[in-house]
């Protein structure tokens, strides 16, 4: 964890506080193919990139996704709430080849010793109407970022079968930043803390995250102990991004990561620290009631 | 899972340990490897000896992680998942679909009916027919995501691996 987390400058921005500001952190170099030499490097080396690299993308971003360069998000949004010049999902210059749809159906793939890959691909473009982000417009009051009791019931399995859920709340388009010093603002003020969810709509981990945070127990410990913000990694959004690394190297941590914040907005939990709760309702409950600031 | 214990285990179940040796061996880099890490996988191809398939095995550095089969849609199932994809342009052209040598599994999803086509747990070595021209430069596309069943590392799409003639001459041998 770094020392001068630029999340704590969001919160401090919340609270009126004096901020510090974000480090740059290096881009991936590129460089030539050339033979592997070793397999045995630890992950974090690994997750760099560097040792055993053998082209990396021209300009790529710390997910491996190849995007043009993006000026790092400010430390200290606007006093409004609103994150100027946030990208939209699909902006990225991904080194992706072009194609059909694949209308996207439950499982009817069978299982067998070869399988064999559609002729064409399709570049994922994640929905845009996440439940938080739709909840809560930039600069909205923070009392908004609680879903708890605002959540809609989890649809019946038969349903979820016939139509597709491309989206389970992470929003491409909401403007973190400011949701998540919102979320600070309004925790300072009742006491709560604040629970960052990163993660992506494709995720699969995040969406039986989603499904434990839907059960009556969990929705209790939200909406008792804390503000949520949902942090969407599946555009490769480097303002997005830029969040995450804050809390974990790039390249090294997995989705969803839960960060809980105390109501200054200093760090409480951290789930690529502590580890993954088990995603079922006794287990995520506890985990959350062991962490809430009350 | 360490080699060691597959051998271990397999010695105790009694299955034949020549098996578990070549299970392991696969995970072994080969001496013409071309490839790169990144987001917790070590991806490594070369050319078969006799230069028509294109063979790039995916090992996840983490145990316990897995990654989709190539069968999977782009956009997944509900748009769930990523599939592991190998494509070429170039000095290298594919003759054929794209497929892996592990077997595919049914992964079932926390809290749903839902279940996933992927891997299990570990390396997986997919094999793509290819033809070499003999000069030019090619370019391979590699894309994938890992995961387990409590967490999904970024996904990988379309990570270019450019090879020059001599690199291709010296991935077959």
Known sequence: ?294 | MKSSTVLTLAAISGVPVLTALGFALTVHPHARDVGFSEQGVTVAMHLSDDGKHLLTTFTPQRPGFHLYSVGLPADGIQGLGRPTRVEVAGALRSRGPLTAEAPVRMLPMQGTDVAFPVYPDGAVTTELPVDVDSQGTAKVLVSYAACSPQECLMPVTGHPVDLTSSTLSAMRG
């Open chain 1, 1 to 294: 964890m770094r020392k001068c987390v630029s999340m704590v400058a969001v919160a401090s921005a919340a609270l009126g506080l004096a901020a510090c500001s974000a480090q740059d952190r290096p881009r991936e170099p590129a460089g030539a193919a050339q033979p592997l030499s070793a397999r045995a490097a630890s992950h974090a080396d690994h997750a760099q990139g560097a040792p055993l690299a053998a082209a990396p993308a021209a300009a790529s971003d710390p997910t491996g996704h190849a995007a043009p360069a993006v000026p790092a998000e400010p430390a200290v949004p606007a006093a409004s709430g609103a994150v100027p010049g946030q990208s939209g999902p699909g902006q990225g210059a991904r080194h992706e080849p072009a194609g059909a749809v694949v209308a996207p159906v439950p499982v009817l793939i069978p299982s067998g010793t070869t399988d064999v890959a559609p002729h064409s691909a399709h570049h994922h473009a994640p929905g845009a109407n996440g439940a938080i982000g739709a909840m809560l417009p930039a600069g909205e009051a923070a009392p908004a970022l609680v879903p708890a009791s605002a959540r809609p019931a989890p649809p019946p399995p038969a349903q979820e079968r016939q139509a597709p859920e491309a989206n389970i709340g992470y929003d491409p388009n909401a403007a973190a930043s400011a949701q998540i010093m919102n979320a600070v603002a309004a925790a300072h003020a009742d006491g709560k803390g604040v629970l960052l969810d990163f993660g992506a709509n494709w995720c699969t981990a995040c969406r039986a995250l989603d499904k434990a945070m839907h059960t009556p127990k969990v929705q209790a410990v939200l909406a008792q102990s804390y503000h949520v913000v949902q942090v969407d990694l599946g555009s490769a959004d480097s303002q997005h991004m830029a969040l995450a690394d804050e809390f974990a190297a790039a390249g090294t941590f997995g989705m969803p990561m839960l960060v809980v914040l105390n109501p200054d907005g200093t760090v409480r939990a951290n789930s690529a620290l502590t580890g993954q709760p088990k995603y079922e309702e006794a287990a995520l409950a506890a985990w959350l009631s062991q962490w809430a600031p009350r």
